[in-house]
């Protein structure tokens, strides 16, 4: 997957996407990530990307030609249906692991990072194919926003977690939170770790690890159960949880 991502401050992507998976991903060649200032899309000497709000205001508004320019430059022979354009807005619709399995499955991706009061609406309007907010919060831009994107689409590549299996794993995957985590030492100044865990009874921990989390998501998260996909064996863990009262065994 190509990832392009349009802003005027390219540094700030070197840290966040340079370490860890996501670097081992770009080293693999299985995700490439490519930054693009508008800037250098200007016509004028002194690289003037905003302007003043027509009708008045506070603040500046980015210009909507040198955004075209960079996006456009970057739209290859790729066909439109695997390509998406995406502004960091937030009046965009709430970025969620759904929506991060759906941009997986593109070839490219160009993200259009906003700053200052925003970009020029024609932005919105007739270049970019939607718009993704990460939370009901202001940002100074839409940088950050999108290495949120970028890292939670990531994981999504195929290659890119050592286990196949491990983004699956993650909590929102499936709609429930991750169920409690555990390595060595067995016992840590009095904490121990759950019996059940070292039995070597796989489908045992397996029905455990569902219950967990079945159980945090009940506890701390009620509402995503409304939209969870629930099995018949959940609804009946559910009603064990009920039972015990919803505390941890």
Known sequence: MRID???????????????????R?????????????PRIFTEDKHHIV?????????GMVMKPDPIFRAVQSLCGETL??????????????PFTQEKAKELATFDQL???????????????????????SIG???LTGGELPAMVITDTVSRMIPGVLGAPEGAEEDSFYHGL?????????????????PDILLS?????????????SLRLTLQKRPDLLKSAELLDTDRRLLREIEQEGGDEE
């Open 5 to 23: 991502i349009v802003s005027l401050f390219p540094e700030m992507f070197d840290g966040p996407l340079g370490h860890s998976i996501i670097k």
């Open 25 to 37: 991903a770009r080293d693999a060649a299985l995700l490439d990530i490519v930054i693009t200032n």
């Open 50 to 58: 905003d302007d003043m709000p027509f009708g008045g205001g506070a």
């Open 80 to 93: 439109p249906s695997k390509r998406r354009i995406i502004l960091m807005c937030p009046s965009g619709q």
């Open 110 to 132: 160009i993200f259009v990072c906003g700053h200052y009061e925003g970009v020029d609406e024609r932005v919105r309007k007739y270049l970019v194919d939607e718009c993704i």
């Open 136 to 138: 009901d919060y202001v």
């Open 177 to 193: 939170l991750e169920y409690p985590q555990y390595t060595r030492p067995r016992e840590f100044e009095g904490m121990t770790v």
């Open 200 to 212: 070597g009874d796989h489908a045992k921990i397996a029905r455990w690890r569902r219950k967990e």
